[in-house]
């Protein structure tokens, strides 16, 4: 059974949205808010719902926690073997679920999974959708693989909308780092996740993410988000196993690497004396340039085989009508 895991903070008009699709999933499932100490009225309306819908629980911080806390405390409290998260202002396809419990049964040994997203407004108005990622509807990357995969960034689990994981072996790896709050806090999960199995992916899209201007993680300074990034590398990095060693850039070059693409970033928002800051000399390495545009490449060309990361395509699931 799934538990659907949503956290929130004042924004009870649209966790309404998030709740309501998380319940019309056509397997059933338990949903679970946790609140963030909200003074909207959200503590009212949850408390009545569970009042009257027998698979809806409602958690309510005392004091403002943060979003990896509650995260952790929805998924301590969680009586599913799966959890799928969501965020309050993200929502589900109806049968995002029960493609997702297809998939799993196809293949035991997963850990996490993940499935396409749509980008929409807040008028539901889809923007762009993330692309097809492997072979078939559904595919699996052994666990050997993962960590190499992340390493080239050629293994794109994506956002949380996207993603469900195993109850278990999300406590095995104690939760997320607080520390790292909407700053890669999701893919340190996934990173650790991956020490305990495979992973699977649907190439369908299964589940609704809103776009905001300004969202908090664009607004983290980007000297910030390197320094993370930079530190996040080296921790997958260390978890490479030795019959990828051979072919693995030495991390110097990886973090030069990224040192380009997030100079790229600052040079996109036109700042240029924070891009030459943060190049730190990559400017200047060939290794550098190289793997920018070889993993670039191959993020553009995900459906192709990736060099030493094996994507095995699985029965393909029935058609469903959904976004």
Known sequence: MFTVVITTYNRLDLLKRAIQTSL???????VLVVDDCSQDGTAAYCEALMATETRFRYLRNDTNRG????????????QGDWIKLLDDDDYLAP?????????????PTAVICSCQAAQVNDQEIELSRTPVTGPGVIFTIPQRDIHYGMLMDVVPF??????????????????WDSHLDTNFDDIDSWMKLAEHGDALFINQC???????????????????????HL??????????????RHHCPPFPHIAQYLKLHWS?????????????QLADGALFSLRAWQLLWQIRYWRRNLTQPIPHVEKRALKPLPTAAIG
């Open 24 to 30: 019309d999933q056509t397997v059933a499932g338990e």
């Open 67 to 78: 979003h990896s806390r509650s995260v952790n405390r929805g998924i301590e409290a969680a």
């Open 95 to 107: 049968h995002c679920l029960a493609q997702m419990e297809k998939a799993i049964a196809l293949c």
């Open 158 to 175: 994506g956002t949380p909308v996207q993603v469900a994981f195993r109850r278990d072996a999300f406590i095995e790896t104690h939760g």
């Open 206 to 228: 299964l589940t609704y993410r809103t776009v905001w201007p300004g969202g908090y993680n664009h607004r983290l300074a980007l000297g910030d988000r390197l320094a993370t």
């Open 231 to 244: 530190t996040l590398k080296q921790h997958i990095y260390d978890r490479i196993p030795p019959h990828h």
């Open 264 to 276: 790229l970033a600052a040079l996109k928002q036109r700042k240029m004396a924070l891009a030459l």
